[in-house]
């Protein structure tokens, strides 16, 4: 039994919860979006205090179960220069690719909708003011429960950018499970504010 074990069991437990309570406010459609309206202005907030605004910035296309309406991204990109968006490579690896009004983007390999323009590696990020990413959990020392492929961990993995993860008010967590090689975020985004961890 590798060291890692204890940490991935009790990574896997939090996720089903989690996920659980994702998939039923979902279906309460009215909260959903209240919660998500109240996400994109305390984002923007968040953009403010970082100096992020007018820089070019990292966000995500969030799917029906994650926090942040449909058009989360193409909200950020009136105060941020250029939105990057990620893509998810069979290699385990994301690339980046500019949000672009023009671009109804394509399914991913998660589900998700990707962009379909140029193609940057996870180097672009460096360019970035503030990386907004997506998040099961995250405990109030910035650890942050991912769904568990490691793509954003090798993404942030030796940034010097601030990482603002976006989660509901009962995602934050007394504590994330954590292995050496999960990147902790400097700021928590809610439907009730934002704050630096």
């Given at each position: ?20 309570t ?17 996400i ?23 799917l ?6 449909a ?26 690719s ?9 399914a ?8 379909t323009?140029?193609?940057f ?20 020392g ?38 050496d ?17």
């Amino acid at each position: 039994m590798s060291q890692s074990t204890p940490a991935v069991n009790a990574k896997d437990a939090l996720r089903r919860a989690h996920l659980s309570t994702r998939r039923e406010l979902a279906a309460d459609t009215a909260r959903k979006r209240s919660l998500d309206e109240a996400i994109v202005s305390h984002t923007l907030a968040c953009l403010r205090e970082t100096n992020a605004v007018g820089t070019n910035i990292a966000a995500y296309n969030p799917l029906a179960t994650e926090p942040g309406p449909a058009d989360f991204a193409t909200r950020l990109t009136g105060p941020a220069r250029t939105v990057f968006l990620p893509i998810s490579l069979s290699s385990g690896e994301l690339a980046w690719s500019p949000a672009a009004a023009d671009d109804a983007g394509a399914a991913g390999a998660l589900g998700v909708v990707e962009p379909t323009g140029a193609r940057f590696t996870s180097q672009v990020l460096r360019s970035c003011g503030l990386i907004v990413a997506p998040a099961l959990a995250v405990d109030r020392g910035g650890m942050r429960l991912g769904k568990g492929k490691g793509y954003y961990d090798r993404a942030l993995a030796g940034l010097d950018v601030p990482v603002a993860a976006v989660v509901y008010d009962e995602d934050i967590v007394d504590a994330v499970p954590c292995d050496d090689h999960d990147q902790p975020v400097d700021y928590i985004i809610t439907p009730s504010g934002f704050f630096r961890v």
